[in-house]
């Protein structure tokens, strides 16, 4: 049985931080890519960050433009957990952030939410102002 489960939601004031986490079991970590999604109350949900299954130099990470310089996505192979450090959290970050896992054993993740075939329920970041 394939299971995500996201943890480390809460509620942060503007200029603080959360750390996210994505417990994967069920599948071979090593041949899926990780993505983070969020989705605001009435808003599409939208990809904020992926990385790939493969490590190393041919690892690769991508971030939304709107979270470059503040959000960091990584991945611990031993614990089979995807994290996503937030710093400098804005009121508009807040959302209900997902992970969700795409099998893709290369160098790249993707980018559109119809690639990831499992995801997670999901945990509430509100971001106060």
């Known amino acids: 049985q394939v299971q995500l489960v996201e943890s480390g939601g809460g509620l942060v004031q503007a200029g603080g931080s959360l750390r996210l986490s994505c417990a994967v079991s069920?599948?071979?970590?090593?041949?899926?890519?990780i993505g983070w999604f969020r989705q605001a109350p009435g808003m599409e949900r939208e990809i904020i960050s992926c990385v790939s299954s493969v490590d190393g130099s041919d690892s690769s990470t991508r971030y939304r433009d709107s979270v470059k310089g503040r959000f960091t996505i990584s991945k611990d192979n031993a614990a089979n957990t995807v994290y996503l450090q937030m710093n400098s959290l804005k009121p508009e970050d807040t959302a209900v952030y997902y992970c969700?896992?795409?099998?893709?054993?290369?160098?790249?993740?993707?980018?559109?939410?119809?690639?990831?075939?499992?995801w997670g329920q999901g945990t509430l970041v509100t971001v106060s102002s």
């Open positions: 969700a896992a795409d099998y893709e054993p290369s160098w790249r993740c993707r980018w559109a939410a119809s690639d990831y075939e499992y």
């Open positions: 069920g599948v071979s970590f090593d041949k899926y890519a």
